[in-house]
C-alpha cells in the first residue's frame, strides 16, 4: 500500500461518531493523540504485521485464516499483477531485513519484537 493511500485512509476512512449520532471526520490532533504522535504511516503498517501474526497463529478453521489463505479459481486478467496485501507486508518485512517470518510469527515475544521495530523503521 502505497504512503499516499494511507494519508487518504488517514483522512477519509477514519470518521467518529457524534454524540447525537452524526458522523464526522477526526481531527489530526484527535488522531495524532490517538496515536500517540506516532508517524501515522508506520503505525498503520505495524497495525498490519500485528495483524499478519495474528492470523498466521489462528488454527485453519477460523474464517480470517481462510479468507487469508484463499486462492481464486479464476485466472488473472494480463498485465503487472495487482499488488496484494500479503505483498505489501512482504515487502515491508523485506526492507526491515526479517527473514523466515513464517517461522517467527510462531514465537510472540519474537514477533513482538519485530512490531516495535517496525513501529521506528525509517523505510516503513
Known amino acids: 500500500m502505497s504512503n499516499s493511500k494511507i494519508w487518504a485512509f488517514d483522512l477519509y476512512v477514519c470518521p467518529t461518531q457524534k454524540a447525537d449520532g452524526e458522523w464526522r471526520l477526526k481531527t489530526n490532533e484527535e488522531l ?22 495474528h492470523v498466521e ?23 503487472r499483477p495487482r ?3 500479503e505483498d505489501d507486508v512482504r515487502n515491508n518485512l523485506g526492507s526491515m531485513g526479517v527473514e523466515n517470518w513464517k517461522q517467527k510469527v510462531q514465537e510472540r515475544k519474537q514477533w513482538k519484537e519485530i512490531i516495535e521495530q517496525a513501529k521506528t523503521h525509517k523505510e516503513l
Open 32 to 53: 495524532e493523540n490517538a496515536i500517540r504522535y506516532e508517524n501515522i504511516v508506520r503505525h498503520i503498517k505495524s497495525k498490519r504485521l500485528s495483524w499478519l501474526g
Open 57 to 79: 497463529r489462528m488454527s485453519n478453521e477460523r474464517v480470517p485464516k481462510i479468507i487469508y489463505k484463499w486462492k481464486p479459481y479464476a485466472t488473472r486478467p494480463k498485465g
Open 83 to 85: 499488488l496484494r496485501w
